[in-house]
C-alpha cells in the first residue's frame, strides 16, 4: 500500500548543521515566498536553519541540506555539496545528522518525518 499523504517535518528535531556542526533551530515558517500565478498568498516551505555567523545552511525532508538563494520571484535552492547521502527507506526523504553517542563511524543519521524512528550509523558526509 503506497502512502499518498506528504510526510510531515517534525518540530522537535535536533539537526546538525554538516558545515559548522551547530544546531539547527526550527522554523514554521522557514522560507517565504509569493507564487507568481498568485499574488494574493504566500507559500512557505518549514524548514531547520543554521543561524551560526551568517550560516545559510537549512534543512527539509525533500530538500535535505540546502542554501537558499532568493531570486526576484521564487527562492532557488541549491544543495549542499556532499552531505545529502542517505535517505530513510521508509519514507524516501533526507536524513538528517544529529550527535554522535559513540557510533564507531562518527556520525548518526535520523530521519525527519513525525513519528518515525529510523536511525543509521552512517558514513561521514564531505563537505569540502
Not at 41 to 64: A, F, K
Request: glycine content about 8%; hydrophobic content about 25%; aromatic content about 10%.
Amino acid at each position: 500500500m503506497k502512502q499518498t499523504a506528504e510526510p510531515s517535518l517534525s518540530a522537535k528535531l535536533d539537526p546538525l548543521c554538516p558545515r559548522e556542526n551547530h544546531r539547527m533551530k526550527y522554523e514554521a515558517e522557514g522560507i517565504r515566498w509569493r507564487p507568481v500565478d498568485n499574488n494574493d498568498h504566500y507559500q512557505s516551505l518549514p524548514s531547520y536553519r543554521c543561524g551560526y555567523e551568517g550560516c545559510s545552511v537549512r534543512y527539509d525532508l525533500l530538500n535535505g541540506y540546502f542554501t537558499v538563494v532568493h531570486t526576484p520571484e521564487q527562492p532557488f535552492f541549491i544543495e549542499e555539496p556532499g552531505v545529502n547521502i542517505l535517505q530513510c527507506p521508509r519514507h524516501g526523504t533526507w536524513l538528517y545528522r544529529v550527535q554522535s553517542n559513540g557510533s564507531e563511524s562518527g556520525t548518526t543519521w535520523r530521519c525527519g518525518v513525525a513519528d518515525c524512528g529510523y536511525v543509521r550509523e552512517g558514513p561521514e558526509a564531505s563537505n569540502s
